[in-house]
């Protein structure tokens, strides 16, 4: 069983990963056209990534396995990131294929700064070969404790795969998923990693008798922490879906409008509503608003309520109009305020608590829906079951079956 628990990933916690082998260098996702590079954070003094990359003479790709990720150009020397703003600062180094710069996350602060990441880019190289015989490798699932281990409740789950020559994998909780993970594992040596614009995560870990030993988790150049895991099963998937019934007064919403003012939006309908509560930061969101525009009916009416960490309306409103145009969000986008779980509930009175971002409503007459966190693609079967539940509150399923 699984302890609900929060660490950087958007109101959700640590993750599942499965495991069967070991990579080399070679990624299939590689353009034809494109040079191959090696993407280096500094997370700090002494540890860098490792991303495999590409580079076509005007955009630069990060793989996180299954996914890829390119920075557009602005001029010779800055590159934004996709989706959460933020930009690559590039130059040309010392050496002559190698560019130095830096990450700059637009949407934290460290200390009051800009808060910005080492980076080096070295055009024609790759990340380490794999030289371990993978069929010597542990493949499975183990229980993760992060910090000391004081606990019998595991507080994620880890489940790795071997796949186009690179481990795969993702961490997972009963809220959510760190998404895509890549890596390696060299004479027992775990590296796994992923950067998709917001996060930039690193996990390296000894496997010796069975279990992870000794594992380091690096979270950009702000935190670090310690964590272990043991040899387990998967765990049952929780349901993520409570119905109740509402009356009419309490069914409203408050938001903050673009004067600055807080207003109130009714959610009285005899039609269905989709109510997103996210913020734009937050990578599990942006899943999330995925499978919303994939699945989005005309017959329901779609509404998003972001909570955010700039809550200024007009740069908070330029920040969602964004966000929306790049996620094609064809739907009504509001500010509900501050970034935090306990602000979000006050926006809903007939909500006692907010578990996570996301959250999805499914509203119709005086019954409510409340899906809580998200399984995102890299979950694989758990993310096509998602997708199964909200088709299901569209076609007006609502029992509490996992389906």
């Known amino acids: 069983?699984?302890?609900?628990?929060?660490?950087?990933?958007?109101?959700?916690?640590?993750?599942?990963?499965?495991?069967?082998?070991?990579?080399?260098?070679?990624?299939?996702?590689q353009a034809a056209n494109t040079t191959p590079v090696l993407i280096e954070f500094e997370m700090n003094d002494s540890t860098t990534t490792e991303f495999i990359?590409?580079?076509?003479?005007?955009?630069?790709?990060?793989?996180?396995?299954?996914e890829e990720i390119s920075m557009q150009p602005v001029n010779d020397t800055v590159w934004r990131v996709p989706v959460f703003g933020g930009s690559w600062v590039l130059k040309e180094g010392s050496g002559v294929e190698d560019y130095k710069g830096y990450w700059v996350d637009s949407l934290r602060t460290s200390n009051g700064s800009v808060y910005?990441?080492?980076?080096?880019?070295s055009v024609g190289s790759k990340p380490k070969n794999q030289t371990n015989d993978r069929t010597e490798l542990p493949d499975g699932t183990w229980d993760v404790w992060f910090g000391k281990r004081t606990?019998?409740?595991?507080?994620?789950?880890?489940?790795?795969?071997?796949?186009?020559?690179?481990?795969?994998?993702?961490m997972r909780t009963p809220t959510g998923d760190y998404r895509y993970l890549t890596g390696t594992c060299i004479n027992q040596k775990l590296r796994l990693?992923?950067?998709?614009?917001?996060?930039?995560?690193?996990?390296?870990?000894?496997?010796?008798n069975g279990n992870w030993v000794g594992g380091q988790f690096f979270s950009g150049n702000h935190y670090q922490t310690t964590w272990s895991a043991t040899r387990s099963e998967p765990t049952e998937g929780e349901n993520p879906m409570q119905v109740f019934a509402v009356s009419n007064q309490d069914l409203t919403a408050s938001f903050i409008n673009r004067e600055g003012k807080v207003d109130t939006l009714s959610l009285l309908s005899d039609s269905l509503i989709v109510l997103d509560v996210l913020g734009t930061w937050c990578p599990n969101c942006m899943d999330e608003v995925r499978?919303?525009?994939?699945?989005?009916?005309?017959?329901?009416?779609?509404?998003?309520?972001?909570?955010?960490?700039?809550?200024?309306?007009?740069?908070?409103?330029?920040?969602?109009d964004e966000f929306a145009s790049e996620m094609n969000?064809?739907?009504?986008?509001?500010?509900?305020?501050?970034?935090?779980?306990?602000?979000?509930?006050?926006a809903f009175p007939f909500l006692d608590r907010v578990l996570s971002f996301p959250t999805t409503l499914f509203i119709q007459n005086n019954?409510?829906?409340?899906?809580?966190?998200?399984?995102?693609?890299a979950t694989g079967e758990r993310y096509e079951l998602e997708r199964k539940r909200f088709n299901n509150q569209l076609k007006g399923v609502t029992s509490l079956e996992s389906h």
């Not at 019954?367 to 693609?377: A, E, I």
Request: charge should be neutral; proline fraction near 1%; glycine fraction near 10%.
């Open 1 to 29: 069983m699984i302890r609900s628990w929060l660490l950087f990933v958007c109101g959700v916690g640590a993750a599942l990963l499965s495991f069967s082998g070991c990579s080399n260098s070679t990624n299939s996702n």
């Open 53 to 66: 990359g590409a580079f076509d003479g005007n955009l630069w790709s990060v793989f996180n396995g299954a």
């Open 116 to 121: 910005t990441v080492p980076l080096t880019i």
């Open 151 to 170: 606990d019998v409740i595991a507080d994620a789950q880890l489940d790795v795969a071997y796949k186009n020559d690179r481990l795969q994998a993702t």
């Open 193 to 208: 990693q992923t950067y998709d614009g917001a996060h930039l995560f690193l996990f390296t870990a000894s496997y010796v």
């Open 291 to 320: 499978l919303l525009a994939g699945v989005h009916r005309q017959s329901a009416r779609f509404i998003s309520i972001a909570f955010e960490r700039d809550t200024l309306a007009a740069a908070a409103y330029r920040r969602l």
């Open 329 to 346: 969000m064809d739907w009504e986008v509001y500010l509900g305020g501050r970034a935090s779980k306990g602000v979000a509930a006050d």
């Open 367 to 377: 019954t409510v829906v409340v899906h809580s966190g998200f399984n995102g693609p």
